[in-house]
């Protein structure tokens, strides 16, 4: 038996349940607060939370306890690290679309909410862009490093 991996998990474990018991207050408050939002909404925004905070707990544990004193892992790029960040940056657009909608229908003012979601689409160009290069940039330095 392990005590790294009991003890890297207890940690990991604790830590998202924490995030995940803080998400859920969080969309409970969303829930009262926005009561007249659409039923497909509410769901998305959990759902897409959860996934996103899955991921990262699993990243977590890879990096933290699964590689504990091996920084040359670190070279390696995860599936787990990749869906991470497709989801943060699908997140974080599909968040900030509903803000301008939220933003439009309380200014009734449309060049307010356009302003939210160009914003939001750049924020997707950036994130995707920068997905792209960090990615590029790995597989570069893995060959002219090697691989552990």
């Not at 009561?35 to 990262?56: H, M, Y």
């Not at 670190?74 to 933003?103: D, K, P």
Request: contains cysteine; hydrophobic residues 45%.
């Amino acid at each position: 038996m392990n005590v790294t991996h009991i003890v890297g998990g207890s940690f990991s474990g604790g830590l998202s349940a924490l995030c995940f018991g803080v998400l859920t207050v969080q969309t409970s408050s969303y829930y009262r607060t926005f009561s007249n939002d659409g039923r497909s909404v509410k769901p998305v925004v959990w759902t897409l939370e959860a996934f996103q905070l899955i991921c990262s707990t699993q990243y977590l544990y890879w990096c933290m306890v699964t590689n504990y004193q091996n920084p040359l892992a670190l070279n390696q790029v995860t599936w787990v690290f990749m869906v991470f960040q497709i989801t943060a940056v699908g997140a974080s657009v599909t968040m900030e679309t509903f803000f301008a909608h939220r933003v439009y229908s309380l200014s009734t003012k449309l060049h307010l909410g356009m302003l939210v979601q160009v914003l939001a689409l750049l924020l997707f160009g950036f994130g995707a862009g920068w997905y792209s290069s960090f990615n590029r940039c790995h597989l570069w330095c893995l060959t002219v490093v090697g691989t552990p």
